[in-house]
């Protein structure tokens, strides 16, 4: 197995373990809003289970942030200025809408009520959806910039020569490639123009 796949396995496994923590908290404050849970006889949010989800997942949702920037993708970085929290809750809010297709269809086509086909609908189907949709698109649009090997190691340096000529050294990190025919670290010696001449 090569490293980018062994890469690819490891985010994905930690993503869905912080998945699943946010998942759990969501999945337990839902029920006490829209079924009491065994905390109320009377739920608040019974005839809401919409809004219910809405509360819940946005609880969910910080967890999730923390733990996917902090730990997640923690060898990758973000371009964006604010950290990618701006476009991490517009994805979340935009890919929320799956599961609550999937509890409006639940609801008000098939005409269940019950706490079992809400989570059903809620939290197995459209949760499942939500987190492939969610995965790809916080590791293509968010985290996207790869810091695989220590900044200060990756980068480019010149050696002056006498005669003119300086020798250029890339030090690449564990995620670049080498190009075709180029061994990692290799080192070119470049011409430098005298600045005597016109």
Partial sequence: MGPRARRLIDETLRF????GVATLVAFVIF???SHGFYVFDDPPLHGHP???YVIANSIGMVISYRGTKMWAFKHRETALADGGLTAYVAINLATMTLPIGCLWISRNIL???S????NIAANVVG???GTIARFYLFRQVIFSQKNYAPAALVGT???PLPGNQVITHRVRGEGDEAPAGEPRGEESASPEPDPRQP
Wanted: a negative charge; zero cysteines.
């Fill in 16 to 19: 869905l373990a912080v998945g």
């Fill in 31 to 33: 029920n006490v809003l």
């Fill in 50 to 52: 919409t809004l219910s």
């Fill in 111 to 113: 005409d269940l009520d």
């Fill in 115 to 118: 706490a079992y086909s809400d």
């Fill in 127 to 129: 949760l499942g959806l």
């Fill in 157 to 159: 340096s010149t050696l």
